[in-house]
């Protein structure tokens, strides 16, 4: 009779979702050591495809031709630059994620179609490296306004996707580096000149880095107290702001540095995420493609999160996710699947290069099982 009860109970318990995991310097899927191999989706419609009746499908047939082409990843945006979502009231507050309600249901869908597809989803859900809404900005200067966001928006679809399958990592916002300030500070998380004369603040929109890890640094916190289990990273726009080990770079990320901002102590990155593209054809010195992920010297796994052969150096895109395979990073996502812009490669070119990694193992399983 007990062990009726027992196998009862079990058959009436919903099976534990696997997560993607961090274990020293590796991810980590169903306890074997993964490569995330896939694309960039970003966006459709920039900025308009999640709610307000924006989402019609076409991502998720994105995500199955992914699939089809041997990939096992996806970085897609969400809010972009506020102009659809989330909810805005007259004085620059967050009251909702979208006026519809249909937004967190959205992202729902896409990860059910990626879990269909095995395919792991990071959410981006800001656009530092082009930010020209004024109420988005808000958000970054403003405490009152950011927690209205947080409360009215972000809670609410975290509560909607927490323990989702699908769901790999969460990202405040790609390439803050592009809107920051270049200044001195006798604080070193703060101080921008070494990224700066690198070419970050390209925007022109001067936010203090200060003000940026505490916008990331919150919505990190935020997630991590819904779901404690989706990893947190953040995009930037090179190796520049991500590690200490050259004399060109600064670690703007580290955890004391977004603990201290955010007045917290889960504030922090699970892994770091780098973009590298040429600038005249040639790779900037310490340029991901030029190193050895251990060379960066974190002691967090390291994913390459946008690069295009066209602006790669002369390097064919799949040997550029065979290099990122071979050199001790995590993963690399190529930009991007709409294939729009001066440094994106073709679908066919991102599709046929995802075969260069469909059933690797060796240094990180490629094939993975969502469920």
């Keep these: 009779m007990v062990l009726l009860l027992l196998l009862y109970l079990a058959l009436q318990t919903p099976a534990t979702a696997y997560r993607l995991q961090v274990s020293g310097t590796d991810l980590k899927y169903k306890g074997e050591k993964v490569f995330l191999s896939g694309c960039n989706i970003a966006w459709n419609n920039y900025g308009y495809d ?3 009746g924006g989402y019609d499908g076409k991502l998720e047939s994105w995500v199955e031709e992914i699939k089809a082409g041997g990939g096992n990843s996806i970085r897609v945006w969400t809010h972009v630059e ?17 006026v519809t309600g249909e ?3 959205d992202v729902l869908r896409l990860l059910d179609a990626a879990q269909k597809s095995n395919v792991l989803v990071t959410l981006v859900m ?13 958000l970054v200067w403003d405490d009152s306004k950011l927690s209205s966001y947080i409360e009215n928006c972000l809670n ?7 323990g989702h399958p699908a769901l790999a990592a969460f990202e ?31 925007t022109g929109k001067a936010i ?8 990331i640094g919150r919505q990190n916190e935020a997630v991590r107290a819904i779901d404690p289990e989706t990893l947190t990273t953040i995009g930037s726009w090179g190796q520049f702001a991500q590690n200490g080990a050259f004399s060109n ?23 770091y995420q780098m973009h590298t593209y040429d600038w005249i054809g040639f790779w900037s010195p310490n340029a991901p493609f030029t190193v050895d992920a251990a060379d960066y010297k974190l002691k967090k796994p390291l994913v390459i999160g946008e690069y295009a052969s066209v602006c790669a150096a002369g390097t064919a895109l799949p040997d550029l996710y065979e290099y990122a395979y071979n050199h001790g990073y995590n993963g690399g996502w190529s930009w991007h699947y709409v294939a729009e812009g001066e440094c994106s490669d073709t679908r066919d070119t991102q599709r046929l290069a995802l075969h260069q990694l469909a059933n690797r193992t060796e240094n990180g399983v490629v094939a993975i099982i969502v469920d």
Aim: a negative charge; glycine letters at 8%; charged letters at 20%.
């Design 50 to 52: 999640f709610g307000n």
């Design 82 to 98: 506020g102009y659809s979502t989330p909810s805005f009231d007259l004085d620059g507050y967050v009251t909702k994620c979208d």
């Design 103 to 105: 937004f967190e249901n």
């Design 126 to 138: 800001w656009n530092g490296a082009l930010l020209t809404n004024q109420l988005a900005i808000d």
């Design 156 to 162: 609410s679809l975290m509560n909607k996707i927490k």
């Design 172 to 202: 405040a916002v790609n390439e803050p580096e592009g809107s920051v300030v270049v200044e001195t500070n006798s604080n070193s998380c703060y101080d921008t000149t070494i990224i700066g004369n690198n070419g970050a603040g390209w």
């Design 208 to 215: 203090p880095m200060e003000r940026w890890l505490r916008f």
């Design 249 to 271: 770079s600064r670690n703007h990320y580290t955890d004391s540095c977004l603990n201290k901002a955010a007045n917290s102590t889960s504030a922090h990155l699970d892994f």
